[in-house]
C-alpha cells in the first residue's frame, strides 16, 4: 500500500484536505492526524472491519482496547450510557483536551473498540486538525498512538511513517504535537474517579474539580484496575525505545552523579550512551563521549515533556546502545514524565 502523505496547517487547515481525510475514514480507510497529544491512527470507530485494521497496521493485540475521539458532546450520549453527571462535568473543564473518560459503553460500539470490555473510552481533542476532521467525517474517531505496538509514541509525522509507511492509507501532517504525552486517563464510573495513566490533564488540574480523586499506583507489581478488570495497555514496559534505558530516580544530584559514573563506565568499554533530555546536565558529561538527545530547557515540564518521545527516537537513530535518563519529580507533567520513563526502562537505578 502507497501511504499519501498530505501537509495540514496546524490552526487553519485547508477544508480540502480535510474533506479528502473525511472521506478517507468514512471509505473505511486509516488515517493517522496530529493531535495535542501525540498523533492518532484513525479509523471510523463505528466500522468493526475499519478498527480491526488499525490493530493489524500496528500489530496491537485486540485485547487493548482504543479510544473513541469526538467532537460534540452529543456524540457522547450516542456512544456511551448511563453517564454519571462526574463526566459531564470533567467533559465541562477539560474538553476539548487531553482528557479519556472511561464510561459505559453503548451497544453502538462495536465490541472490537473496547476489547470486549463493556467500558469505552472516549476523548475530545483540541487540535484543530484533529476536531476538524472528526466532524467532516461526521463519525467518532478510533485512534489508538501512531506507532507500532509497544513502541513510543509518535509526535511528529515523520515518526509515523518511520512505523507505519505503506501500512496506513494517509498521513496528515500538521507539524509538532505540542504537549508529547498521551491524554489522562479516568474511569468516570468509579466514585471517587480514579486516574488510569496519568497525562496531559494534570492530577493538580483534576483536584481543583475533584478534590479525593484516586491516582492509580503505577508499577509493574500493581497493574491499575479500571472499572472492572485490568485496564489493558498498562503492559510493564510499553512506550519504548529500541536502547536499553535506564531510569535514575530520587534527588537530583544523586541522580546526575549515578548517570555520570555509568556514563564514564560504559562509554570506556565501548558502548553508545545517549543522555536524554535534560539540557542542564549536558556540563556534567563535557569530557565523555555521549550523545545527546535534543535540547531542553531546564526546569520547564513542559518542553521536557513535549520532547521526551522525539528525544528517545532521536538517540535510537543516533545508535546509542543505553540511554540514561533521570526523573522530574510527580509535581503536574512531572508524574506523566515519570509514568513513561518508568515503563520505558529496561531497569530503575534508586539513587536515593
Ligand atoms: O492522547 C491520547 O490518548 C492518544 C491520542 C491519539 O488521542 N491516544 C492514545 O491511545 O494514547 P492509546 O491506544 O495508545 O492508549 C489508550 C489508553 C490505553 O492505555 C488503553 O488501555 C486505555 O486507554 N483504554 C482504552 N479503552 C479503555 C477501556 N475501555 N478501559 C480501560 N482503559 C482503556
Ligand atoms: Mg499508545
Not at 135 to 149: C, K, T, V, W, Y
Not at 266 to 291: C, N, Y
Amino acid at each position: 500500500m502507497k501511504t499519501e502523505v498530505l501537509q495540514i496547517h496546524a490552526t487553519h487547515p485547508d477544508p480540502g484536505v480535510i474533506r479528502h481525510a473525511a472521506r478517507c475514514i468514512q471509505e473505511g480507510k486509516l488515517v493517522a492526524f496530529p493531535t495535542e497529544t501525540v498523533y492518532g491512527l484513525g479509523a471510523n470507530g463505528l466500522d468493526a472491519a475499519a478498527v480491526a485494521r488499525i490493530f493489524a497496521a500496528k500489530q496491537r493485540p485486540f485485547s487493548d482496547p482504543v479510544i473513541l475521539h469526538i467532537s460534540t458532546l452529543k456524540q457522547l450520549s450516542d456512544l456511551a450510557v448511563e453517564i454519571p453527571d462526574i463526566a459531564y462535568r470533567l467533559a465541562g473543564s477539560f474538553w476539548p483536551g487531553p482528557l479519556t473518560l472511561i464510561l459505559k459503553r453503548s451497544p453502538r460500539v462495536p465490541p472490537v473498540v473496547t476489547a470486549g470490555l463493556d467500558y469505552v473510552a472516549i476523548r475530545m481533542p483540541q487540535h484543530p486538525v484533529a476536531l476538524a476532521l472528526i466532524e467532516a467525517a461526521n463519525l467518532p474517531i478510533a485512534a489508538p498512538s501512531a506507532n507500532l505496538f509497544g513502541q513510543t509514541s509518535p509526535t511528529l509525522a515523520a515518526h509515523v511513517l518511520s512505523d507505519l509507511e505503506g501500512k496506513i492509507d494517509l498521513v496528515l501532517d500538521g507539524g509538532q504535537s505540542w504537549i508529547g504525552v498521551e491524554s489522562t486517563v479516568v474511569d468516570a464510573l468509579s466514585a471517587p474517579p480514579v486516574v488510569l495513566r496519568p497525562g496531559g490533564v494534570t492530577v493538580e488540574q483534576l483536584r481543583q474539580l475533584i478534590p479525593d480523586v484516586v491516582v492509580a499506583r503505577r508499577t509493574p507489581a500493581e497493574t491499575p484496575q479500571a472499572h472492572q478488570g485490568a485496564s489493558p495497555g498498562q503492559l510493564e514496559k510499553h512506550y519504548a525505545p529500541h536502547a536499553r534505558l535506564i531510569l535514575f530516580t530520587g534527588p537530583l544530584e544523586n541522580a546526575q552523579k549515578a548517570m555520570v559514573e555509568m556514563a564514564v563506565a560504559e562509554t570506556a568499554v565501548g558502548k553508545q550512551v545517549g543522555v536524554l533530555v535534560a539540557e542542564q546536565d549536558k556540563p556534567l558529561f563535557d569530557d565523555i563521549p555521549v550523545m545527546f538527545s535534543k535540547r531542553f530547557v531546564v526546569n520547564r515540564l513542559e518542553e521536557i515533556a513535549a520532547e521526551l518521545y522525539a528525544g528517545m527516537r532521536s538517540l535510537d537513530e543516533q545508535g546509542a546502545d543505553i540511554i540514561l535518563a533521570h526523573e522530574y519529580g510527580s509535581h503536574d507533567l512531572g508524574l506523566a514524565i515519570y509514568d513513561r520513563l518508568y515503563r520505558a526502562a529496561s531497569e530503575i537505578r534508586d539513587c536515593s
